[in-house]
């Protein structure tokens, strides 16, 4: 494994750590960070196997840091958001929203990356992983409501961070596709000529 990447986990661990000191409903840290628990061991194996771009394994962990600064918080009452939001009119807050968009968004070119040395066509690679964003959002929704009912029924509104809003499942993976999109218009337009 190159030094550089060590270097990300290094920090990203030192981060989460960080983050990882007195959150503000820890129960509901505790839940949301058994993805963490899961996937780190998963993307370093990966990362092994695989051999991913250093700019792959920044984009995940920028995506790990946001959701660590999501669970230190909870993602309904991360401050950082709402005074842009409240902007816009806005009483939500829309943290969840950027981090459903950052799935999307960077989580598309290590995905790529994998489906890439997996099958020989460009365009099948972008079509596969698109659909595997789309399978990660919708199923994570369904993850996030089953554990927030079997475990924590008390925590649901926290852990879910719907904010009153009836349709935040479905707002959550469309934001998710719009990143995935415009990674397809990026790869199209820039990576043609790279096939």
Sequence with gaps: ???SHKVLYALYILIWIFLAINPKYPEDWLLENVLVFIFFPIIIWVDLKFKLSLSSIAFMLIFG?????????????VPYLQDFTSIFGSD????????HFSLGLLIFKPLFE????????FNSALVFTFTTIATIA???ELIEWAAATLFHP???????GTQGDEW?????????????????????LFLKDKR
């Design 114 to 121: 994998i489906v890439r040395r997996c099958t020989s066509g």
């Design 138 to 140: 919708t199923t994570y």
């Design 168 to 188: 935040d499942a479905q707002k959550d993976t469309l934001v998710a596709l719009i990143g995935a999109s415009i990674n397809i218009f990026i790869f199209k």
């Design 1 to 3: 494994m190159p030094k």
């Design 65 to 77: 840091i946001l959701h660590s600064i999501g669970s230190h918080y909870t993602y309904s009452e």
């Design 92 to 99: 939500r807050n829309n943290f969840d929203r950027l981090v």
């Design 154 to 160: 008390d925590l649901g509104s926290a852990f879910l």
